[in-house]
């Protein structure tokens, strides 16, 4: 079960981290935090793609100290409801794809287990690399094979 903070309701970091509070869910946080990235995917899809790509940069950069200091001031190692590495694990997961509420749906189961089976390298970065950086790259790569797989469906359809 999901023991979320009460700094989630009090620290704006920590808030953001917890994916606007979508990271308190009991169970499944990581499933709540990508269904909260669905609506922003939906806003960042009016983005011309340089644009779209140049937010994901940002972040993610912003992401790892988010989730550093966050998972720092916790005391604990990517906490269940840290939830940010979902979100733009998943807007990268849509990059270059137009919206719809299907292919927004699609990309989500995508992603989602590409992010809980964690296929190699997901699982080695995983459990290898730590802070910050840790927290989020395993998301990242999973959006990486989602995207992958997503336009490779949309290629062959």
């Known amino acids: ?8 309701w009090r620290r704006p970091t920590h808030f953001l981290a917890f994916g606007l509070g979508s990271g308190t869910a009991p169970f499944a946080p990581g499933t709540f935090g990508t269904l909260a990235a669905i609506p922003f995917y939906w ?35 990517d906490h269940s409801g840290i939830v940010w590495d979902e979100f733009v694990g998943y807007w ?15 990309g989500f189961a995508v992603f989602r287990v590409f ?30 094979y989602a995207w992958c797989t997503m336009h490779l469906w949309f290629w062959l359809h």
Do not use: Q
């Open 1 to 8: 079960m999901n023991r979320a903070p009460a700094s989630v």
């Open 43 to 77: 806003l960042l899809s009016e983005l011309t793609l340089g644009w779209y790509l140049v937010v994901i940069a940002i972040t993610f950069v912003w992401g790892v100290w988010l989730c550093d200091k966050t998972s720092r001031d916790l005391g604990v190692h």
């Open 92 to 106: 990268l997961t849509m990059a270059a794809v137009p919206f719809s509420w299907e292919a927004a749906l699609w």
């Open 115 to 144: 992010d809980v089976i964690k296929p190699w390298p997901i699982r080695w970065a995983d459990r290898r690399v730590a802070g910050g950086f840790g927290i989020m790259i395993d998301d990242i790569l999973a959006g990486i």
